[in-house]
């Protein structure tokens, strides 16, 4: 599956990216990139844990449709759905 970015580039598609876009969302959503405050994202077990839920939802979603390309748009739309259906809305909204 290819990713067709906001510029028209046609990517290899790269469900990292999803996972580090839903973790920098909740870290920014919860107050915690914010200047001087401390959080070890990299060592935070909930939002691991949430992001990786979320992307896996998003693949799955996306396989199923059985699509060579998809449009950025859609994933992050795929996202949000994902995060709303999860009880995570304050995250979508963000």
Known sequence: MKTIKRNGQVVEF??????????NCILDAEG???PGTTVDA??????????RRITTLVVDTLKRRDRENVHI???????ELAL????????ARA
């Not at 748009?73 to 996202?79: A, F, G, K």
Request: no cysteine; net charge negative.
């Open 14 to 23: 790269d469900a990292t990216k999803i996972e580090d876009a839903v973790k």
């Open 32 to 34: 915690l990139k914010a």
């Open 42 to 51: 990299a060592n935070n077990s909930r939002i691991h844990e949430i992001a």
């Open 73 to 79: 748009e859609d994933i992050q739309d795929q996202v």
């Open 84 to 91: 709303m259906r999860e009880g995570h809305h304050q995250y």
